[in-house]
């Protein structure tokens, strides 16, 4: 059953001189537990399709229905709730809260859950700690490296327990030892919390892992292979 | 409680200009408060000295006496109008007095003086007159010298001992003459008083102007200048015609207007200042919203709420202000307590201005808690009003452009 269903999606950016159109009238699905990478090269609409999908950037026609709601009829307010409880973002530059610390940027989507402390607690021990980096819990982004922060932004994704997981090329900046650690634990957590990863990647590491590689050109979907 | 603990580390991210802008609102608080004390302890100064030398808090008068200030306008002082004037609520001091123009000569000069006829025992309690002799005596009940004020001595070239002529209208036309020696000379504060003083016995002074047990008012001092509202209250229920009531900035509306009209000077000064402390802050707001797009960008986007990201970045906003209103507070306290107890002394030619300016050639400085709170509302209000800046931004936040940023 799927998850998340793209329907007829569009989105066209007004350039003072052209119309640019990043994405073009797309359709996907996306079932539970997927492991899925949407490659293609830049200007394919990758991120642009990302956002839409993550409720960033409102399309203009089509529709993005996840577990059956059409997220952009939703209020801006509901909007941001939704992305709350049903959503985790991976961004490529890390995007930690600078001045929290590992486990109190774990700990932020929580408290906006409004989750009891001891829960929070627990879950963010947990978190780091299947991410590899427990030790590093009163550590401030600053004093991370990139792959540890890439990893605390995997766990902070995860904390909220969201239906699925948008990665944005989450690749990008860490060296080839990083990136596989990371891949390892994202495929990891793809089966241990049962959560859906989608990313847009370059990486051809990335696309070596994913179960479902989904090929972007000029905002078409190209291909669509399932491994 | 994490909003305010993410505000607070968020303010110290970029610790040197945070703490540019804090001192920025501090050093304007500080200027601000200390013009203020200055002013409001000048303008006390000027009040008490024209209330202790001359009109009191409240005049009990002739109705008829203010429009037209002759001797013959004046009230029979009795008892029962002493009493029931002194038993009022906040009334410390009730002397009467019997004042009017004289001409004061000596063998060379002459000058217009106002001639006050005084109680010298009441007015030694309510005042200390003594403490401003600066040669000779003060006056005991009836005696027949006078009391000269010491810039009316200067122009008359007297001293002690020597001799004043004074001419004047008496009671009903009467013609008032009389010589009086020089008892005294006081060295009144307010310059303007100084030059043309003279203070007499009032019995000596009635049986000069041929006023025998009138007086021209009562001088009703309070406990404290705040008193005047509620002690005009309850005098003005007490006294019926012919009597009347005027109280101090009635009988000086141009001393008031004078002090009106340096208060409204000091407020573009201090607006000034509040613009340059209000463009400090929203430098820096406007800086740090600059900087934060992305992070304000990917917070909306993990599920913050946009009016809580407001409310983060307002607290930061306000954390600023807060922290230099509140330094700037604690500094102004040791600053403004030494020059109250120190007024600044002025010499040369600022001090000669002054005095021809009829006011005294000293910087008093006042305490009073509104000259603090005054300038730490004013800021924090400034604060407040450019915190809604940040909170107007994150609603217009566009997402995909902030994460791109």
Redesign the interface.
Known sequence: MSIIKISNLTKVYDGSANEIVAVNNLNLEFEKGEFAAIVGPSGSGKTTLL?MI?G??RPTSGEVNIDGQDIWRLS??KL??F???NIG?V?QSY?L????TAGENTE??M???GKPRNERSRRIKELLEAVGIADREKSRPNKLSGGQQQRVAVA?ALA?KPTFILADEPTANLDSKSTETLLEIMELLNKTEDVTFIFSTHDARVVKKARRVITLVDGKVESDVSK | MENLKIAWRNLWRNRKRTLITVASVFFGVIVSTFMSSMQEGSYSTMVDNVVKFYSGYIQVQNEDYWDHKTINNTIKLTDELLKKVSSSDRVSYVVPRLESFALASTNDQSRGTILIGIDPAKEEQMMGIGKWLSSGKILLPGDDGILLAAGLADYLKLGLNDTLVLLGQGYHGLSAAGKYPVKGIIDLPSPDLNRQLVYMDLENCQEFFSAEGLVSSLIVMLDSPYDLPHARRVLNKKIKSPYTLMTWDEMQPEFVQMIEADRAGAVVMKGILYLVIGFGILGTISMMLAERRREMGVLVAIGLQRAKLGLILFYETVFIGLTGVLSGFMGSIPLISYFYNNPVKLTGDAAETMIEMGLEPNMYFSWIPSVFYNQVITVFIITFLIGIIPVANSFRLTLAKALRA
């Open positions: 956002n993550g960033l950037d801006s307010r941001t709730d992305r709350l409880k973002f961004f995007n809260i600078p001045v929290l932020f989507i408290q906006l859950q902070r909220s």
